[in-house]
Structure formats: C-alpha cells, structure tokens
C-alpha cells in the first residue's frame, strides 16, 4: 500500500493521516468548499477539492471519491467514521474498482446496519438482547399487546437507525398508538425505511461497548470496554476505558459474547459491539459499529496499540499478531468531546468564528484536533471540534489530568462542551464512578454552569482592576 485516501473531514482525517504517514504511506486528503484551509487538507501531501459544502456534494459523494482515487492512484481508501462508513453501496463499488476499503465487507455492514438484520444474526450464538420484537412491526394492534407483554416503559425503536435519533419512550398504553405511528413515519423521513421494532426500555443502564478486531485470517480478538454513558439526546460526550464497574469476569464475559457478535458477521477490521448493563449486571446486546468509534483513543491509551495502523495491515491482508492474553490494561482513560454546543442552552449548535483558540499540551494529554484559530464553524457538518483525551496511571489521576487539561484549553468565539466536561469532572457520583445513562437528567443543571461562569468572569474582572491599580501606582512613581 502506497498511498491512501481519506475520505472524511476534521479531526479524525488528520488523526488517521497521523498514521498513515507513521507507516511511511502517502496520504490524499478531500475537502469541500468550506474546508479549503482546514488542518486535514494542508497536512496531506495531496488534496483535492471535491465540491460544495453540503455533504451530498462532497463527503457523501462516493461516485466523485472513487474517480478521484482512480486518477491519483491510491491503493485504499480509510472512511473514518460516519459520511460513507457505513454504507455498503459504497464499499462495493469501491471494491468493484479494486481499490481496498479500509473496513469490513459490504456483507457485514449491511447486517449490522440495520438493528434488526443485527439482532437476527446473533440469535444462534446466545448473546443476550432486550427483551423486545425481533422483527420489524406494523399493525398497532400486535405491537400493544407485544408492548404491553414486555410491560411499560418501552422504546419504540427505527431499525435504521442511529446517532440516537429515531427512538421513543412510550410510558404507558395509552401513547402507544399515536407515538408507534410517529415514530413510523420519523423513521421514513429520516431513514428512508420506516420499519420500527420494540424493547424494553432499560431504566437504569450503562452503555458499555467491547472495541473488537479481527484479521482476514479469522483471528478476532476484543481489547476491552469502554464506557459511554454520559450522554445528551441518547449521544455520547464523554466516555472512559476501562468502566468503574466491569469486574474481571464480567469483562471476559463481555469480551467473549463480542467477538461471538463478531463472528456472526464474519467481521473483519476494527468494530465495537454495544452492550447496555443494567443495574443488576445483566448486559444485553444493542447494536454493533462496523467502523473506527470516535472514542477509540481511550482504548489506544489503555492497550498502547494504535487501532489505524491495525486496520491498515488487516486491510493489507496481514495476521493481527496478537493473541488475547497478550494484551493488557494498563491505566486509565477519558475522553471529551469537544463539540461546538452550547450546554447552556440545551446543546444546541453554536456557530462562528474561533477568536481565540489554544489546545493544551503535556504529558498524557492528547487533542485529536481539526480546526485551526479563526476558522468559521458552520452549520453543514457534525459540530465535533476536537477531542481532548486525558490519560493517568489511575482513574483519579486520569479525573485530575483532564481537569487541568481543560481549564488550560482557551476556545472563544463560540460555545463549547468544555464547561460541560469540567462540571462532570467535578461531580462526586461522577467521581465515585456512581452514574448510568440518565447522569445529564439527574445532575446537570445548566443554572449551576451559569453561575459559575458569571463568577469567574467577575474575578477575573477583578484581577484585571487590581492589575490595572497596581500599573497606575508603578506609572506614577517617579512623580511621587
Ligand atoms: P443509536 O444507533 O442511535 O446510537 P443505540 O441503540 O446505540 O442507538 O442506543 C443509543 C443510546 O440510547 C444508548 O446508549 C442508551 O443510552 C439508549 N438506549 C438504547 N436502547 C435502550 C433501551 N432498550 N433502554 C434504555 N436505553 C436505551
């Protein structure tokens, strides 16, 4: 392999050129429009611009990405994760044209794309599932009784669905109706496939996911957990590896029941099967990622390995050389994502322009970043501006690394999930590792951040008043 495309944007296309240039392979970067001077484009040694910022023109625009690839000779193409990822139509074209995806095979992605095409390839291999219909459901009628079988609360779920959209809480029979035929026709909007299935809904669950690998040989191995469930809208922000509360066994069991999921599939490359715990140690089987995650630096923190360069040599057909008792957990790691939200108001999106922009640096820290001081944060793309990731020998050396990693990180212009990060970190039942998937519901306030902004923002004024007496006094001096 000489030479690879990446056809993404931001900061996961320069983390993945990272390595790529590491193995002494050429990199071809694409850009829309809006992105001709973002950090991914100059750090290629090529680029080409591939049309407008709306992503149907550009990132998603598989035809226009092979041709270019053809043209400048690239031997693979590594997606990153979301635009083409996950869609299979491309890969196989990308294969048609004897070019190397960097992923699994198309057969995979289209199982473990859709929710229930998932859930029916692992039920031979006794992975436990939420309790819930296996098959897409229709008639109103059937999924009541179905709903109320499994007993209220229940989620209605899209079976294309992802990024935590298409999904329903329904509290009792008396919504079922109308919210099944909302989230029908969501889930057409949305996905172009309005097939819906039901399951329990989970009252008090942890979201751990096994970050699995597998070579072209039929070797798979699974390099641990790592723990999400610090989430807004059903989306992650934070995550961790390992989990406060996986014991050793629990872990091997988790571990196994992955790379069974697997299997199923006849996975190759790197994937994550999400598992959601409950609050009695029972973990179920959500839905498997057939992609790089955007949290797979914690879990290269932890192992020392570097999961690009693996799925680089599994691409080039190459054995993992790893057998599972070789690899180790060693520490503890976060990671923020550092979104361009505004946690004071819901997380909304937060556009314009990065006034100021200054990344932390030292020892166990690391920023996978993608934008640059004065770069114009837009509405077309995912608002994720970098991640910064903090490493420790503990996970209270870990909390305090990342601590000081974000009051050193400097973003203005626009609001972030930096002030969200730092309230989390200093949560005590964050702290004690004592928290599920309803931590943002339960604890955060956005009143509390509030306050704690305007109060800085008045001692820092008042530093400055003291600064600027202290000059007088100094100026005047001489006279005196
Ligand atoms: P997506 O593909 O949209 O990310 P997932 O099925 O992976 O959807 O679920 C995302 C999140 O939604 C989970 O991490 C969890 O917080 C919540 N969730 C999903 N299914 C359930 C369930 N059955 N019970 C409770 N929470 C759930």
Same mark, same amino acid.
């Given at each position: 392999?000489?030479?690879?495309?990446?056809?993404?944007?931001?900061?996961?296309?320069?983390?993945?050129?990272?390595?790529?240039?590491?193995?002494?392979?050429?990199?071809?970067?694409?850009?829309?429009?809006?992105?001709? &001077?973002?950090?991914?484009?100059?750090?290629?040694?090529?680029?080409?611009?591939?049309? &407008?910022?709306?992503?149907?023109?550009?990132?998603?625009?598989?035809?226009?990405?092979?041709?270019?690839?053809?043209?400048?000779?690239?031997?693979?193409?590594?997606?990153?994760?979301?635009?083409?990822?996950?869609?299979? +139509?491309?890969?196989?074209?990308?294969?048609?044209?004897?070019?190397?995806?960097?992923?699994?095979?198309? +057969?995979?992605?289209?199982?473990?794309?859709?929710?229930?095409?998932?859930?029916?390839?692992?039920?031979?291999?006794?992975?436990?599932?939420?309790?819930?219909?296996?098959?897409?459901?229709?008639?109103?009628?059937?999924?009541?009784?179905?709903?109320?079988?499994?007993?209220?609360?229940?989620?209605?779920?899209?079976?294309?669905?992802?990024?935590?959209?298409?999904?329903?809480?329904?509290?009792?029979?008396?919504?079922?109706?109308?919210?099944?035929?909302?989230?029908?026709?969501?889930?057409?909007?949305?996905?172009?496939?309005?097939?819906?299935?039901? +399951?329990?809904?989970?009252?008090?669950?942890?979201?751990?996911?096994?970050?699995?690998?597998?070579?072209?040989?039929?070797?798979?191995?699974?390099?641990?957990e790592r723990e999400c469930s610090i989430q807004r809208r059903?989306?992650?922000?934070? +995550?961790?590896?390992?989990?406060?509360?996986?014991?050793?066994?629990?872990?091997?069991?988790?571990?196994?029941?992955?790379?069974?999921?697997?299997?199923?599939?006849?996975?190759?490359?790197?994937?994550?099967?999400?598992?959601?715990?409950?609050?009695?140690?029972?973990?179920?089987?959500?839905?498997?990622?057939?992609?790089?995650?955007?949290?797979?630096?914690?879990?290269?923190?932890?192992?020392?390995?570097?999961?690009?360069?693996?799925?680089?040599?599994?691409?080039?057909?190459?054995?993992?050389?790893?057998?599972?008792?070789?690899?180790?957990?060693?520490?503890?790691?976060? &990671?923020?994502?550092?979104?361009?939200?505004?946690? %004071?108001?819901?997380?909304?999106?937060?556009?314009?322009?990065?006034?100021?922009?200054?990344?932390?640096?030292?020892?166990?820290?690391?920023?996978?970043?993608?934008?640059?001081?004065?770069?114009?944060?837009?509405?077309?793309?995912?608002?994720?501006?970098?991640?910064?990731?903090?490493?420790?020998?503990?996970?209270?050396?870990?909390?305090?690394?990342?601590?000081?990693?974000?009051?050193?990180?400097?973003?203005?212009?626009?609001?972030?999930?930096?002030?969200?990060?730092?309230?989390?970190?200093?949560?005590?039942?964050?702290?004690?590792?004592?928290?599920?998937?309803?931590?943002?519901?339960?604890?955060?306030?956005?009143?509390?951040?509030?306050?704690?902004?305007?109060?800085?923002?008045?001692?820092?004024?008042?530093?400055?008043?003291?600064?600027?007496?202290?000059? %007088?006094?100094?100026?005047?001096?001489?006279?005196?």
């Open positions: 392999m000489k030479k690879i495309l990446v056809a993404n944007r931001g900061e996961i296309a320069l983390r993945i050129m990272k390595t790529v240039k590491k193995m002494g392979i050429k990199t071809v970067a694409i850009y829309s429009t809006a992105d001709r &001077e973002a950090p991914h484009v100059t750090y290629a040694d090529e680029a080409v611009c591939i049309g &407008e910022p709306i992503a149907s023109a550009s990132y998603l625009n598989g035809d226009k990405i092979i041709k270019i690839a053809k043209k400048l000779q690239v031997d693979a193409i590594h997606p990153g994760y979301g635009f083409l990822s996950e869609n299979a +139509e491309f890969v196989k074209q990308v294969e048609a044209n004897n070019i190397i995806f960097i992923g699994p095979k198309s +057969e995979s992605i289209l199982i473990m794309g859709s929710k229930i095409a998932a859930k029916e390839a692992v039920k031979h291999y006794n992975i436990p599932m939420v309790p819930g219909t296996k098959e897409a459901i229709t008639d109103v009628k059937e999924a009541t009784a179905i709903a109320n079988k499994i007993g209220f609360p229940v989620l209605i779920k899209a079976s294309a669905g992802g990024g935590g959209k298409g999904m329903r809480i329904v509290e009792n029979e008396h919504e079922f109706e109308a919210q099944m035929s909302r989230a029908i026709s969501e889930a057409t909007h949305a996905f172009g496939d309005g097939s819906v299935f039901i +399951e329990k809904y989970i009252a008090s669950p942890r979201h751990i996911e096994i970050q699995i690998m597998a070579d072209s040989l039929g070797h798979t191995v699974h390099l641990f059903h989306q992650k922000v934070i +995550e961790e590896a390992p989990s406060a509360v996986l014991s050793p066994a629990l872990r091997d069991k988790m571990g196994e029941a992955a790379i069974k999921v697997a299997k199923a599939c006849k996975y190759i490359g790197a994937g994550t099967v999400e598992f959601l715990l409950d609050d009695t140690n029972n973990f179920y089987f959500l839905e498997m990622n057939t992609r790089l995650q955007v949290e797979h630096p914690v879990t290269e923190y932890i192992t020392g390995l570097d999961l690009v360069e693996l799925q680089i040599k599994i691409a080039r057909g190459e054995s993992l050389n790893l057998i599972q008792a070789d690899i180790e957990i060693k520490g503890h790691a976060f &990671e923020l994502r550092v979104y361009a939200e505004d946690p %004071l108001n819901d997380f909304l999106p937060s556009i314009g322009t990065l006034k100021v922009y200054k990344m932390p640096e030292g020892n166990n820290i690391r920023v996978d970043n993608g934008v640059n001081e004065g770069a114009e944060v837009s509405i077309y793309y995912d608002p994720l501006l970098s991640k910064l990731i903090a490493y420790g020998d503990t996970r209270e050396d870990a909390i305090l690394n990342m601590q000081n990693a974000i009051n050193a990180y400097k973003i203005e212009g626009i609001c972030t999930t930096l002030g969200f990060g730092k309230f989390v970190f200093q949560n005590a039942a964050f702290r004690e590792g004592n928290f599920d998937t309803n931590f943002v519901n339960i604890y955060y306030e956005p009143k509390i951040l509030q306050e704690k902004a305007e109060r800085e923002a008045k001692l820092a004024a008042l530093i400055a008043l003291k600064q600027y007496q202290k000059d %007088l006094k100094q100026v005047r001096l001489p006279n005196s």
